[in-house]
């Protein structure tokens, strides 16, 4: 990966919908180049998908919530398949979880950490503020 390829996909990320002409015009290379690259990116798993941010309401509540569990599959399984979750994460140190929650108020929220306590002790982090 060069750095031209490093350019798109910093490009991709400020906005995946960009049109190839929009893309080869900031990194000077023809649009079908770009489109190659592009391809090319997505072959080698370096793209592997294109998102979108729907806007926070702003009632939502967004926490993460840190889970130490011994039941890694069944919880894996039971956040996938929950609304709640956007994403989750596996980490080192004192909880081996981490997950992203998007609820709509803070009753919802509450009730789904209660949820998860089959699982082991988890903590939760609202956040009041999204800085970038």
């Known amino acids: 990966m060069d750095q031209t390829d490093k350019r798109i996909i910093a490009l991709l990320r400020e906005d995946s919908r960009q049109s190839y002409k929009h893309i080869a015009q900031a990194v000077h290379l023809s649009q079908p180049a770009v489109k190659e690259r592009i391809l090319k990116l997505i072959d080698r798993n370096a793209i592997t998908k294109f998102?979108?941010?729907t806007p926070v309401h702003n009632d939502e509540v967004i926490a993460f919530i840190y889970?130490?569990?011994t039941n890694c599959q069944e919880l894996e399984i039971y956040v996938s398949q929950s609304v709640e979750?956007?994403?989750?994460y596996r980490m080192a140190g004192t909880y081996n979880y981490c997950l992203e929650?998007?609820?709509t108020d803070n009753l919802k929220l509450l009730e789904f950490?209660?949820?998860l306590r089959v699982f082991g002790p988890s903590q939760l982090h609202i956040i009041t503020e999204k800085i970038r």
């Open 85 to 88: 979750t956007i994403h989750c």
């Open 67 to 69: 889970i130490k569990t």
């Open 113 to 115: 950490q209660k949820s």
């Open 101 to 103: 929650v998007h609820a």
């Open 51 to 53: 998102t979108i941010e």
